[in-house]
């Protein structure tokens, strides 16, 4: 069992900045890949970053790259998520989510445990 809990959310005006963070705790952290989804008012929760277990290897949703970078540091259980020149269009409850295994997926039924979730609201 992995417990994973993230924070970091809030409102930001568009074009600032927040770093979301998840702090895991259970099973070997660095056995599991590690991504981030979000899920805006009426969508589907869709893929925004990941990371392999070694951190050596990211990948970004085309929507968010350039502005967002997810790193993990496997001593202390915590995969985080800077976004930079954020848009009124990120707004969305961010999850962190873990996959067991060394490759991040993009999609939601491939991984094991789930974050409950932090709200990021950007304002125009």
């Known amino acids: 069992q992995v417990q994973l809990v993230e924070s970091g959310g809030g409102l930001v005006q568009a074009g600032g900045s927040l770093r979301l963070s998840c702090a895991a705790s259970g099973r070997t952290f660095s056995s599991y890949a590690m991504s981030w989804f979000r899920r805006a008012p009426g969508k589907e929760r869709e893929f925004v970053a990941g990371?392999?277990?070694?951190?050596?290897?990211?990948y970004y949703a085309d929507s968010v790259k350039g502005r967002f970078t997810i790193t993990r540091d496997n001593a202390k259980n915590t995969v985080s998520l800077q976004m930079n020149s954020l848009k009124p269009e990120d707004t969305a409850i961010y999850y962190c989510?873990?996959?067991?295994?060394?490759?991040?997926?993009?999609?939601?039924?491939?991984?094991?445990?789930w974050g409950q979730g932090t709200q990021v609201t950007v304002s125009s």
């Open positions: 989510a873990a996959k067991y295994g060394n490759s991040w997926s993009s999609q939601v039924r491939e991984y094991n445990y």
């Open positions: 990371i392999n277990w070694s951190g050596s290897s990211t």
